[in-house]
């Protein structure tokens, strides 16, 4: 079954799940209701299905009945998949997002106290769905502490970006990886080690998988950087990042190729507040990243790292690399895509 066939079929089995979760809540209180339009409002399910592809193929690799290390794995990938959501409620409202996936954002819908209520209630939903996985105590046990651990990776990628933003800072190159290693990498490692553990891996390969989804996240989080940029991401508008003032990874290289006096104008620009700055700003910002090549810089580190973190596996868990191809391949597709439309005509606004 192809990955993007497989995700369709997980979500609609976890999807269930997570109505059945939030199951007889009080109906006049509309904070259920925005945690549900989070939840369902769409996206790749990449949190969500990864797990149970790590639990596929580690399942067949050791000739492991397959039925009950499934159900592990797609409570799993629920619980995952939950935590995510709850990020993008509270990240909206901080950046100020009113659209996602083509949608409005669940602060424009339910307005901010509502959202901050819904990202809240899902970190506990998600806790709540993970307990119901059929583990054994001992790896329950270090199911949730993981859990707990990678929440708290989250949170600090977050508040480091927070910082960055608060002191008009760009990021340099070890900063950055924290951030995306904690936002991003955090959620991944999360997944790797819950598939694994689905099937009751030794702590060898967990340990493994826990510092390849951190890889995974720097590699996932420089392609969302990118696309932003070049591509089209659901928000509304390329080059939103900018718009937000965030430090992206483009940012950071491209901060990282001017003398002092253009970064000083450069950074004045970027941490504009939002409402303040105009489209010539905006414009002014593509025209300094694009002028410096930081996009083909981009693309050439991107693929670099892609070759060592595959090279990582084969060599670690050989039987866990077409998982990870297929699911590189899922999320980069896009990117590559674009940039290669990007090469033949240009930047462009649409």
């Not at 430090?247 to 190729?257: E, M, T």
Request: with cysteine.
């Amino acid at each position: 079954m192809v990955f993007s066939e497989l995700r369709a079929r997980t979500w609609m089995k976890q999807e269930a799940l997570f109505l059945e979760l939030l199951k007889g809540k009080d109906p006049n209180n509309d904070l259920y209701d925005a945690a549900r339009y989070q939840v369902q409002s769409g996206g790749k399910r990449l949190r969500a299905v990864l797990p149970v592809v790590v639990q596929g193929a580690l399942s067949r690799a050791w000739s492991r009945p397959e039925e009950r290390d499934l159900e592990r794995a797609i409570w799993s990938g629920l619980a995952v998949e939950i935590l995510h959501s709850a990020t993008l409620c509270h990240d909206d409202v901080m950046d100020g997002d009113r659209v996602r996936r083509d949608q409005p954002t669940v602060w424009v819908n339910h307005g901010i106290p509502q959202a901050i209520n819904a990202g809240d209630l899902l970190f506990f939903v998600a806790r709540d769905a993970l307990s119901k996985a059929p583990f054994s105590d001992a790896a329950k046990l270090k199911a949730l502490s993981s859990l707990s651990e990678k929440i708290a990776f989250v949170i600090e990628g977050q508040g480091l970006e927070t910082t960055l933003l608060r002191h008009h800072r760009a990021p340099d190159p070890e900063s950055y990886a924290r951030i995306a290693e904690g936002k991003t990498g955090g959620l991944f490692s999360l997944c790797l080690v819950l598939g694994a553990l689905s099937c009751e891996a030794e702590v060898s390969i967990l340990e493994t998988l826990d510092r390849v989804g951190a890889e995974l996240g720097w590699v996932f989080q420089v392609q969302d950087d990118l696309i932003d940029l070049i591509g089209e991401k659901g928000r509304g508008e390329k080059g939103n990042d900018l718009r937000e003032g965030k430090p992206s990874w483009l940012v950071a290289d491209a901060c990282a190729r001017m003398n002092e006096p253009l970064r000083r104008r450069f950074l004045e620009r970027l941490y504009q507040a939002r409402e303040s700055k105009s489209e010539e700003d905006v414009a002014w910002l593509i025209a300094q990243i694009l002028e410096l090549g930081t996009v083909e810089s981009g693309m050439e580190i991107l693929e670099m790292r892609v070759k060592n973190l595959r090279a990582q596996i084969s060599d670690k868990t050989p039987s866990l690399t077409p998982v990870i191809d297929q699911f590189l391949g899922y999320f980069l597709e896009p990117l590559r895509v674009s940039f290669r439309k990007y090469q033949e005509n240009g930047w462009s606004q649409s």
